[in-house]
């Protein structure tokens, strides 16, 4: 395939550099975070939609496969496939030997906070591997102008790990910010505020769902309290036996879920001028609680619209239909994914690639560039339809149609199997070598029939007798088992032991004279034997007045008995109710005799 092209980065849209420990690198190596980058590292952890976004990169740019090359005049790559460019950047691998890590952990943090670090670890040796990591977890001790250590922090449970500099490399990629090119810029440095503003709304929802009381407070007048119980033994002494009576009804409702004690009222007992004054008081309006929702949503939607991505990514998919939403995930590659990858192969590049061919001797290494292939990222358009015309119109060859329509080539037709579906396409049995049966003469004397209601020629009538149409489909059953036997003779030369004595057996009764057994291990099936015998029935049916899906009906019926009779040495009648379908059919076809 083509590959794509790929411009060398401008300056412009990403910086990249190795650390090398002179004084003009103390400004960026003391800048180790930004407070805008915290809080956005931070932000990950506690709002879901930027924990989703920060992958939006990271899920471009892992199955991108990269490869040197030389730029031709006309702008494309030419790549190189062997030497130093190619070892190269064959040892940029993480721990599992693949670079997916690399680039995944690149473009998310490219997107949260703008820059990072590519750390080479175990140099030289048979351990080495990289990674990207934040710059919280590096440290570079110096000596004047040269490094002595990088110290690598994983943080978490892992201690920090020291190594020499010949052990380890470093280099610091950013995104310059386009006003202070020293700084870094991200897509979520802009959104940091709305991150914010769904953090707290989430707190007042989590607030009010664990604050508001569902069941509200019963008021009653005092004067219906009943008069406490005598107090004996260990009771206790303020208990209300109102409430315990109360709270034990709905205790039971629950326990008991079901039963007629369960589904019974509670009944409170009182004073007449007493009962009207006890009312419940709601501690909530269901009318207004979690209003905090459309704000929510209206956050996400101004985030959405802020970040480098279409908003259709973090709002979802769900309500565009699949060519919408294939369409809107082939532009997000194109529109973002491609400028990403740019400004990686142009980081990698300038960084890492030429440095290390100039000090390597390479010759016109200025003149190295970094391609990509995306064709592992971009979805291909689905042309089944466009393979299925071109078929037709015999514009395509049978391997290009199988490629469109995503079919393994070991499904491909064999030999046989292409004669054998052209036979019956074309109902030419000569296709296979099988010879046609001897036909009677015509009788030149014989004058075909009259023009005409009464010899029917030149036109299709609907008016058909039931004999006509029982005979068709005993025609159909015989071609079914004619069809059988033309089948299991495509057999023969896989197993000719098996075909011993069949010389002069009629295609119709080969089954039955082969048997079950030989059917079985020349691994035949008896349904898909007579599959297609019953076609020209269908069509007749249809010809006559019949619903296509009648027609089919009763035409899979006939292949359906035929397999069930293919092992009688004779031809089997069709069953004596089978007339009755074609009458049934008839009905549901509105077909009038």
Request: proline share 6%.
């Amino acid at each position: 395939m083509a590959l794509p092209l790929t411009r060398p980065r401008s300056a412009l849209v990403a910086s990249a550099a190795s650390y090398t420990g002179r004084s003009s690198d103390s400004a960026y190596l003391n800048r180790k975070a930004l407070s805008w980058q915290k809080r956005a590292l931070a932000y990950l952890d506690l709002v879901p939609e930027l924990a989703y976004s920060s992958r939006f990169y990271a899920r471009m740019l892992r199955p991108l496969r990269i490869f040197p090359g030389t730029l031709r005049s006309d702008g494309t790559i030419e790549p190189i496939t062997s030497g130093l460019p190619v070892e190269m950047l064959a040892r940029l691998k993480g721990k599992d030997g693949t670079s997916k890590g690399i680039l995944g952990n690149y473009g998310r943090l490219m997107f949260t906070t703008g820059e990072g670090n590519l750390l080479g670890l175990n140099i030289d040796t048979e351990e080495e591997y990289w990674q990207f990591v934040w710059n919280e977890e590096i440290d570079v001790e110096r000596v004047g102008d040269d490094v002595k250590t990088i110290i690598w922090k994983p943080m978490g449970n892992i201690d920090p790990v020291e190594y020499s500099s010949s052990q380890a490399r470093v280099f610091r990629m950013w995104t310059p910010h386009p006003r202070r090119s020293g700084e870094a810029d991200s897509p979520m440095r802009s959104v940091l505020d709305i991150a914010e503003e769904l953090i707290i709304l989430t707190a007042a929802v989590r607030a009010t769902a664990t604050s508001r009381t569902v069941a509200g407070v019963l008021v009653m007048p005092t004067e219906m309290a009943p008069v406490p119980a005598e107090v004996t033994g260990d009771e206790d002494e303020e208990s209300d036996p109102f409430v315990d009576e109360m709270l034990q009804h709905f205790e039971s409702q629950i326990e008991a879920a079901g039963s007629a004690g369960a589904a019974a009222p509670w009944v409170i007992w009182g004073a007449y001028e007493l009962l009207d004054r006890i009312r419940m008081v709601k501690l909530h309006d269901v009318q207004n609680d979690y209003m905090e929702r459309d704000l929510r949503k209206e956050a996400v939607e101004r985030m959405a619209r802020g970040m480098d991505f279409p908003a259709e990514y973090l709002m979802g998919l769900a309500t565009a239909n699949h060519w919408a939403a294939k369409q809107i995930l082939d532009d997000m590659w194109r529109s973002h994914g491609t400028g990403i990858a740019d400004q990686y192969v142009g980081d990698i590049n300038d960084a890492y690639l030429r440095p290390g061919l100039r000090e390597g001797g390479y010759e016109n290494w200025e003149d190295i560039v970094i391609g990509w292939d995306e064709s592992a990222v971009v979805v291909p358009a689905d042309q089944s339809a466009d393979a299925d015309a071109a078929h037709d119109r015999g514009q395509i060859g049978g391997r290009g149609y199988r490629k469109l329509k995503n079919i393994p080539e070991e499904y491909k037709q064999t030999e046989e199997e292409h004669d054998e579906y052209l036979a019956i396409k074309l109902k030419n049995e000569g296709i296979l070598g099988i010879e046609a049966p001897a036909t009677a003469p015509v009788d030149p004397s014989i004058s075909p029939p009259p023009p005409g209601a009464e010899g029917d020629s030149g036109r299709k009538t609907r008016v058909v007798s039931a004999a006509l149409e029982m005979g068709a489909a005993e025609m159909a059953l015989a071609r079914c088992r004619e069809l059988a036997g033309i089948r299991i003779r495509q057999k023969e030369k896989s197993c000719p032991e098996c075909f011993e004595g069949v010389n002069g057996q009629p295609n119709a009764t080969l089954a039955a004279f082969v048997g079950p057994e030989m059917i079985d291990r020349l691994s035949l099936a008896p349904l898909n034997l007579v599959k297609g015998g019953a076609d020209t029935l269908q069509t007749l049916l249809v010809d006559w007045g019949y619903a296509i899906v009648q027609a089919k009906a009763i035409s899979e019926m006939v292949e359906s008995y035929a397999a069930r009779t293919i092992f009688k040495s004779d031809h089997p009648a069709l069953p004596s109710g089978f007339a009755a379908q074609f009458e049934r059919a008839r009905e549901a076809s509105n077909v009038s005799n």
